[in-house]
């Protein structure tokens, strides 16, 4: 008996041994890339959560900068969270904030490069809307319109697009080139919606032209006087 369960013990390990023989190695390699693929990923979300802390607390350091107006540091930790952090969305908020601190100076160069960084590496379509809005703005008020302009002659999200609408219309209004302006400021007064605080801004722009955004919509909506209804044929 005992023979026998030997005889199957050896037919059972010879057949292990030739099935190992012929997918012992597909077998390591596949337990290798998975345990790799854990690891990887396990490893990425650590590199991910210490980039996240990292670009934290460099953002901070931007912000008590740009609050204290002190221009050096706010140089160099831009820098810094450009040089490690750049794929970060730190990093883009850390560069608009900048921008803004720079202006508020008058440090003008300095915003451009940093609204035109956020344009250049931002991946979010958000951020880089709010740059190419605010970079068209220092453009235009450096009189460079033609360059303004190409930044907002892009496709834009579309609640960003009323707002561009009335960036066109300040700088055809900087340019003299008041038709096109006005035509700019009613294409983003009909966009926004009625709610939209923003909306009564560009309506002030309007009636500062001259015109009245309420009444051109009430006389579009308004069948021209005279006319009849048609003819009811019996």
């Known amino acids: 008996m005992s023979q026998h369960l030997d005889l199957e013990e050896q037919e059972q390990l010879e057949e292990l041994k030739h099935f190992w023989k012929q997918h012992g190695n597909l077998i390591s390699w596949i337990l290798i890339v998975v345990m790799g693929s854990y690891a990887g990923w396990n490893g990425y979300q650590y590199w991910q959560r210490s980039q996240a802390t990292q670009s934290s607390a460099m953002y901070d ?40 601190a720079y202006h508020d100076r008058g440090n003008i160069d300095a915003a451009k490069a940093a609204l035109a960084w956020v344009v250049e590496k931002s991946s979010d379509q958000g951020y880089q809307a709010i740059a190419r809005l605010r970079l068209a703005g220092e453009l235009a008020q450096a009189k460079a319109y033609d360059e303004a302009i190409r930044q907002l002659a892009v496709p834009f999200p579309k609640e960003f697009v009323p707002l561009v609408s009335d960036r066109m219309g300040d700088i055809y209004l900087l340019q003299g080139k008041k038709a096109e302006a006005r035509a700019e400021f009613e294409k983003a007064y009909k966009a926004f919606e009625d709610q939209v605080e923003y909306r009564r801004l560009v309506e002030v722009k309007l009636n500062a032209m001259g015109v009245d955004p309420k009444l051109a919509a009430t006389a579009s909506a308004t069948p021209a006087s005279g006319s009849s209804s048609p003819e009811v044929k019996k």
């Open 61 to 100: 350091e931007v912000e008590r900068a740009a609050q204290d107006s002190d221009a050096t540091k706010l140089d160099r930790a831009l820098a810094d969270m450009r040089d490690k952090f750049a794929s970060t969305t730190y990093a883009q908020q850390a560069a608009l904030l900048a921008a803004k």
